[in-house]
């Protein structure tokens, strides 16, 4: 990084900062603080949603989500327009109508205030987990690339935050995270125009595309029915539906950016925003990584992207063998480069027999290249077994860093640092709010004045955030970060969008049985968890995890509806004779 890039990262993030506080300080009541007044239009909660959900991990894991894997994983998002669509016709005017501060707070209404307070102490669990992943995520993978200490990186991310959170509560968080977003955009779409400028003066955006299909880079649907698949149309659009419906309609994190909306007529238009930009956003941020990809056809790689890996196993023992690989990858760059200039060619001169012959030897160099890598992964973990050997989420900050020019380094640097900051913000903003309200308000005694429970949300905020660091400073690299949210969430949402699916839906289910239903379902979610998808010591997963979501909301229907209907048979005097 050049004296332009640490002007560009600090004054951007410094701006931020300054801009949270400057706009929104001094709220008067716990209405303003949480809520923002209710003075929010329809884009800014469109922005304040989206910001919410796209994370730093969504910048650094999804663009190598794509490089190793291809397009599908934007299957995942397929459910989300109709999740929206269901909120804004149910959840929504529920919420307004009901004046409530938190989603939680509606199911004391319906059930009482046993079944509230567990729905809350779920989403403090996970959404404190991911809170701690979403500081770390970028921390990790700046750290390993530029050399900057773990900690620090973590403590430096976490304290921007907290100012800015405590200080102006979710007006602070909305009105930051339009910023923030219009940071984000402007850097992944310079981003992708550096990219195909870096491609050979022959190779236009069409012929990279055809380029990356070659490779099976552009498979986007998947129909076949394999619950096995992570990713398939149909786990999309159940699994899928079911998570975004728990997300967007359950989570703290999300209702809080729509509830400070002026009407329900701009929460809605906010949420629909959101269903309408969200699959297009999230394709374009593949599509980057695809590029990234086709780009790395014609230009060396390294054998592992993780930089602290590498250097890792070249101090081991292990080092000769390594080194023998990577001149094996060698090679194969160029067996690559040559096969890519035939495809290229034979595309040009519609020689679709060439064409035809060219692609299978793609894919049998791109085979070898896989099992070059799978062996220099087998290495590293043999040189230190602690070593994280899953390079995805280095894949673009490795690209950026080697390849752009000075300044914009610095500005996709503070890309990744706003999306952390944005996600941390409305996360911990959701902490702070569910356990002042949820938990210390409505299990405290005593009348207390609006003055108290501002003060007291603004320290539990606080405390998450210091929570969140602790989390991120002891977190570690698993599989994919984007992958890792998401896996945790789907442990949680399932079960707690089956108690509102329960509140909305079956108004003959009381309290008891929906709260003894979701316990159980949370101890059948962890059970199916650990022994489908989260095969210890070794073993291939058999369930996706994305069916969490549906397996949950549908267990804990079933079991209340049953505990309920036996309760009553129980309670039913006997027939006279």
């Known amino acids: 990084m050049g004296t332009l890039d640490w002007i560009v990262l600090a004054g951007t993030l410094l701006f931020i900062v300054s801009y949270g506080v400057w706009k929104t300080k001094g709220s008067k009541d716990v209405d303003d603080y949480v809520r923002g007044g209710n003075k929010a239009k329809w884009w800014t909660i469109g922005l304040s949603v989206m910001a919410t959900q796209a994370s730093a991990i969504t910048f650094l894991s999804t663009p190598g989500q794509a490089f190793h894997d291809g397009m599908g994983f934007v299957q995942f998002y397929f459910g989300l327009p109709l999740a929206m669509i269901i ?208 780009f790395y056809q014609y230009n060396p790689s390294p054998l592992n992207f993780n930089p602290s890996a590498t250097k890792t196993v070249l101090a081991s023992p292990y080092a000769e063998d390594y080194k023998v690989l990577q001149e094996n990858q060698t090679e194969l760059e160029k067996e690559k480069k040559m096969a890519q200039d035939q495809f290229s060619a034979a595309l040009e001169l519609k020689e679709y027999a060439t064409v035809e012959k060219a692609k299978n030897q793609i ?107 602790i989390i991120a400073s002891y977190a570690y690299l698993f599989d994919n970060l984007i992958q890792l949210v998401n896996i945790i969430g789907s442990i949680f949402y399932g079960n707690v969008l089956g108690i509102f699916l329960l509140a909305f839906f079956f108004k003959f289910v009381k309290g008891n049985a929906v709260f003894f239903a979701a316990l159980l379902t949370q101890v059948f979610i ?27 909301s549908a267990l804990v229907i079933i079991i209340a509806v049953l505990f309920e209907g036996f309760d009553r048979m129980l309670k039913k005097p006997p027939l006279k004779a």
Not at 218 to 243: A, H, K, M, V
Not at 416 to 430: D, F, G, K, R, V
């Open 87 to 294: 909120i804004c016709l149910v959840f929504v005017p529920i919420y307004h109508k009901l004046k409530v501060y938190t989603a939680y707070e509606f199911l004391e209404q319906r059930f009482d205030l046993k079944t509230r307070s567990l729905a809350a102490i779920l989403f403090l669990i996970q959404r404190g987990l991911a809170a701690g992943i979403t500081i770390y995520a970028p921390s990790i993978i700046l750290s390993a690339v530029l050399g900057w200490d773990l900690r620090t990186l973590n403590i430096i991310i976490g304290i921007l935050v907290i100012i800015y959170t405590v200080s102006g509560g979710t007006k602070a968080v909305s009105v930051t995270q339009k910023q923030q977003m219009f940071i984000i955009m402007t850097g992944m779409f310079i981003t992708f125009f550096y990219i195909l400028g870096f491609l050979p003066n022959d190779i236009t955006f069409g012929k990279a595309l055809k380029i990356a299909g070659a490779s099976n880079k552009l498979n986007i649907l998947d129909f076949e029915l394999n619950t096995e698949s992570r990713y398939t149309f149909w786990s999309g659009i159940t699994g899928g539906l079911f998570l975004a419906l728990a997300y967007f309609g359950t989570d703290q994190s999300q209702v809080q950016r729509y509830l400070t909306g002026r009407s329900v007529r701009e929460s809605q238009l906010g949420l629909i925003f959101n269903a309408v930009l969200k699959i297009p956003m999230q394709f374009f941020i593949l599509l980057v990584g695809v590029m990234v990809f086709v």
């Open 363 to 469: 894919i049998n160099i791109n085979s070898k290249d896989s099992t070059n890598r799978a062996m220099a992964k087998t290495l590293i973990k043999q040189a230190d077994d602690i070593a994280e050997t899953n390079d995805k989420d280095y894949v673009f900050i490795h690209f950026i860093l080697n390849n752009l020019p000075k300044g914009l380094i610095g500005l996709l640097l503070a890309v990744i640092l706003s999306a952390a900051m944005s996600s941390t913000a409305s996360e911990l903003n959701a902490l702070g709010t569910i356990t002042a309200l949820d938990l210390y308000k409505r299990n405290k005694k005593g009348s207390f004045t609006e003055k108290h429970y501002v003060i007291a949300t603004k320290t539990f905020t606080l405390l998450w955030g210091v929570v969140a660091i």
């Open 526 to 552: 962890c059970l199916i968890y650990y022994s489908l998808i989260h095969i210890y010591p070794s073993g291939e997963e058999k369930l996706g995890y994305l069916w969490l979501n549906f397996i949950g």
